[in-house]
C-alpha cells in the first residue's frame, strides 16, 4: 500500500467480483480520503451495489484487496500466507461501516428510540442511559425529536429513512455507505434525506454515496465515479464528470437521467 493509501478511509486495489461468468467488478481500484464524499452514480447494473456490498464485506471478493480504516479486511497476513477472519472478526471489521439502504430497513417492532439504541447497546455494550442520551443527540440531528417513541410504521419513507442514518450513525462508523437512500421515495420527501446527508457531509464524516440524485452529487461530492459494466468508466470532481464528462458512456448516462 502506497503512503497516501495508508491514511485512506477506503483503499480498494483491483477488486473483482464474480457471480458465475459475470464481473460485477472487473479490477476496480479507489481511494477514499478522510472527510470525502465519494459520489457514485451509472446504470442500473453496472456493479454500484456490488461495491458497497463488498466494502461491507456483505460479499466476499475474489481478486483483489479492500483496506477499510488501514485494516485489510477479510485477512489476516501471516508471513506471506492471507488467512480468512473468522466470522466475529468480520463483524468487528463491519463496526466501522455503516449503511443505509434504498429500503428503510428499521425494526418495526421497536420505537424509533428502541430502533437507534439497540446496536449500541446489544453489541457496544454500551450502557442503557448513555446510549438514550446519544441518541437523542441523533434525533435531534435529523431533526426528529418528536418521534422517539413513534415506531416505523407511523412515519413517512422520508422521516424512516433519517431515523436508518441515526441509527446507523449511533455505531459511530468511521465510514458510512449509502445505497439509492432516495430512490424509494416520493419526490417531496428527498430534499429532506439529502438534507441531513449533507449536514453529515458538513461534519466530516467519510461517505460513499450510490446516487441518482446528480444535483446533491454536483454539490456535496469531493469527487464522483461513474461505474458501467462493473468498471469505472470515468472518475474526477463533480463538476468535470457531470458537466463536462470526458467519455460518451458517462454524456449519454447523464443527459439520460437528467
Ligand atoms: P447496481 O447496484 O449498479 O444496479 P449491482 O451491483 O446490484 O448493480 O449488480 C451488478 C451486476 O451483478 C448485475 O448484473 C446484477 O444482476 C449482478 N448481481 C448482483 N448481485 C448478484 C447476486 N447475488 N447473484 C448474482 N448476480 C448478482
Ligand atoms: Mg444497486
New binding site residues.
Given amino acids: 500500500m502506497s503512503a497516501a493509501a495508508k491514511d485512506a478511509i477506503v483503499t480498494a486495489a483491483n477488486v473483482t467480483k464474480r457471480?458465475?461468468e459475470?464481473r460485477?467488478?472487473n479490477d476496480v481500484s479507489l481511494t477514499i480520503a478522510p472527510g470525502a464524499v465519494q459520489c457514485i452514480i451509472?446504470?442500473?447494473?453496472?456493479?454500484?451495489?456490488?461495491?458497497l456490498?463488498c466494502i461491507n464485506q456483505l460479499?466476499k471478493i475474489d481478486q483483489g484487496a479492500i483496506w477499510v480504516d488501514g485494516e485489510l479486511i477479510g485477512y489476516r497476513i501471516k508471513g506471506d500466507e492471507l488467512h480468512e477472519l473468522s466470522d466475529a472478526e468480520i463483524a468487528r471489521q463491519r463496526l466501522a461501516t455503516g449503511m443505509v439502504f434504498q429500503r428503510f430497513n428499521l425494526f418495526n417492532h421497536m420505537t424509533v428510540l428502541e430502533n437507534i439504541i439497540e446496536g449500541p447497546v446489544t453489541v457496544l455494550k454500551r450502557p442503557r442511559q448513555e446510549a438514550v442520551a446519544e441518541a437523542e443527540k441523533l434525533l435531534a440531528r435529523v431533526g426528529l425529536s418528536e418521534k422517539r417513541n413513534s415506531y416505523p410504521i407511523e412515519l413517512s419513507g422520508g422521516q424512516q429513512q433519517r431515523i436508518a442514518i441515526a441509527r446507523a450513525l449511533a455505531m459511530k462508523p468511521k465510514l458510512m455507505l449509502f445505497?439509492?437512500p432516495t430512490s424509494a421515495l416520493d419526490p417531496e420527501l428527498v430534499g429532506e434525506v439529502l438534507a441531513v446527508m449533507r449536514d453529515l457531509a458538513a461534519s466530516g464524516m467519510t461517505m460513499i454515496v450510490?446516487t441518482h440524485e446528480l444535483g446533491f452529487a454536483r454539490e456535496v461530492a469531493s469527487d464522483v465515479i461513474f461505474?458501467d459494466k462493473?468498471e469505472i468508466v470515468e472518475r474526477g470532481h463533480p463538476q468535470q464528470v457531470l458537466v463536462a464528462p470526458q467519455q460518451a458512456r458517462t454524456r449519454d448516462f447523464i443527459a439520460a437521467v437528467l
Avoid: Q
Fill in positions: 457471480f458465475g459475470l460485477a467488478l451509472g446504470p442500473s447494473g453496472s456493479g454500484k451495489s456490488t461495491l456490498r460479499e445505497d439509492e450510490v461505474m462493473g
